[in-house]
């Protein structure tokens, strides 16, 4: 699939988000590819909307940008509707996200959130979570432990270099590992000492997913 094809998905699925908000909501954001299109959508409902917290320093920019109010989660009591997109996402509204290394804060709101909504385009659509690389948030100091305990599991970690989390952590990225059980599995890998946490979102799903396809084909489970 061509860029521009994506693209034209991801602002259509971008747009269908905001039919989910309602007046004077606190919105969670997510981070991502997809998420930007909806930053740029939801110019559409400023002074709707009350304010928005943000998953990563870099959404924060972008909301601050087109002039919405940004706070912090320790100031909110509840987040009605949290939106954010995937990396990968099956039936079962079980995902794979971090490929911005954003996981951590992502995975917090998310938990936060009275509604999670997924939005993305239709190759993020997977029968079993793991073609993408599994990104693992890591403590420094415990990069190369994490890495030899999955390696164990017949993962295959590759540190991601020159990248540091906005908490000031590694990531590092698993390919090869057998996702047949994304809950068990996402426990079992934050099990591990110095894993911050991982990016599998299956304990807590997405209550809905938004996806686009061809000729401006949106498709809502």
């Not at 924060?60 to 919405?68: N, P, Q």
């Amino acid at each position: 699939m061509c860029v521009k094809n994506m693209d034209d998905q991801k602002k259509k699925v971008a747009l269908v988000a905001l039919d989910y908000i309602n007046y004077k909501d606190i919105v969670g954001v997510g981070t991502g590819s997809t998420v930007n299109f909806f930053i740029e959508k939801l110019k559409l409902l400023k002074g709707k909307i009350d304010s928005a917290v943000a998953s990563s320093l870099e959404t924060e920019k972008r909301l601050k940008a087109i002039g919405l109010n940004v706070i912090p989660l320790n100031e909110v009591d509840k987040i009605p509707i949290y939106i954010d997109g995937a990396d990968e996402v099956n039936k079962y509204k079980q995902l794979i996200k971090g490929g911005g290394g954003a996981l951590t804060r992502e995975k917090i709101i998310a938990e936060a959130s009275e509604n999670f909504i997924c939005i993305a385009d239709e190759t993020k659509m997977v029968d079993v979570l793991g073609r993408f690389p599994l990104p693992i948030e890591v403590i420094p100091m415990a990069r190369s432990f994490v890495s030899r305990k999955i390696v164990a599991m017949k993962g295959f970690p590759v540190w991601r270099r020159d990248f540091v989390t906005d908490n000031g952590n590694n990531i590092i990225d698993v390919s090869n590992l057998e996702i047949s059980e994304p809950i068990k599995l996402e426990q079992e890998l934050n099990a591990i000492p110095g894993v911050v946490t991982n990016g599998l979102f299956a304990n807590r799903p997405a209550d809905k997913v938004i996806l686009g396809y061809h000729k401006d084909e949106v498709k809502i489970f």
